[in-house]
């Protein structure tokens, strides 16, 4: 039998389209591959995941939920800026069984346009993640980060993340969270982000963003900083994961940036294979 690859989803009920349509272009690029899908939520309903649940069995995809007790965080700085959701991926070596050793995150407002296994097989040479930076046409940002966050590295996006679930077991610890949160509440403009960052950062390794974390807005920049190389026509062959960064998502009709009908063209996809489900 084939070992399945452990993908991390945590997110509420209102991100249940775009996870499926995530999960939609994972499937449609990976025929190949094996998929366990772990989602850790807290109140998803019984309707949504039954739902969720016979697309996945559509995709052959298997799908574990666990489902976090109300009181589980709730010593846990929370308010619309610190969601309970962004605790779950920090903390998932204290959420997902032991038998489960890597796992790759997910964001939900992602695109997966190519095979993903390399990614699921990057060797960790030691760290707890492997994560891209979004360091734009100047690498500005970096700088910024660094003074804010007090760091002298590249600041790392969370949203596409492999984890080594059981060193994070181990060194991740849930109180160290909650205390940065308390102490520097208000530098923190990316909550978990920034989070993942101060105390994780320096066990993080660095992968290409434009190859697993391409920051859709940023198609300028990569196509200036490659001399022109990394053109449509190189992300096509080369890219595996768009990231729809910022706002407006491509789901909203705002949204009109030159890989918007690719997003919704997944979603169209999606709509058909649920049709006939």
């Known amino acids: 039998m084939k070992d399945k690859i452990d993908i991390l989803v945590t997110l509420d009920e209102s991100y249940l389209g775009p996870l499926k349509v995530m999960l939609t272009s994972l499937h449609q690029n990976n025929r190949q591959t094996d998929f366990r899908i772990w989602l850790i939520h807290e109140r998803i309903s019984s309707e949504k995941l039954r739902s969720l649940q016979t697309l996945l069995k559509f995709y052959e995809m298997e799908l574990k939920v666990i489902k976090v007790p109300q009181d589980l965080f709730s010593d846990a700085p929370t308010a619309e800026r610190y969601p309970k959701e962004m605790y779950y991926r920090l903390a998932c070596g204290n959420l997902l069984p032991e038998s489960v050793k890597r796992v790759i995150y997910l964001d939900p407002d992602t695109l997966i346009i190519n095979s993903i296994k390399e990614l699921w097989e990057v060797d960790m040479e030691g760290n707890i993640l492997a994560a891209a930076t979004h360091s734009g046409l100047t690498n500005i940002t970096k700088g910024i980060n660094n003074i804010r ?8 996006n969370s949203g596409i993340m492999v984890i ?9 610890q849930i109180e160290d969270i909650y205390d940065t949160i308390r102490k520097y509440s208000d530098y923190l403009l990316l909550p978990d982000q920034d989070v993942m960052n101060y105390l994780y950062g320096e066990f993080t390794k660095e992968i290409p963003e434009e ?9 300028s920049a990569y196509f200036t900083r490659s001399f022109g190389a990394h053109n449509t026509h190189w992300v096509a062959g080369n890219t595996v994961i768009l990231h729809y960064c910022g706002k407006p998502k491509p789901w909203n009709e705002k949204s009109n940036n030159r890989f918007t009908l690719l997003y919704l063209h997944y979603q169209q996809l999606l709509k058909r294979y649920e049709e006939n489900i």
């Open 149 to 156: 966050l007090g760091t002298n590295r590249g600041y790392f």
């Open 164 to 172: 080594d679930v059981e060193q994070a077991r181990s060194k991740v």
């Open 211 to 219: 190859i697993w974390n391409y920051d859709t807005r940023q198609s």
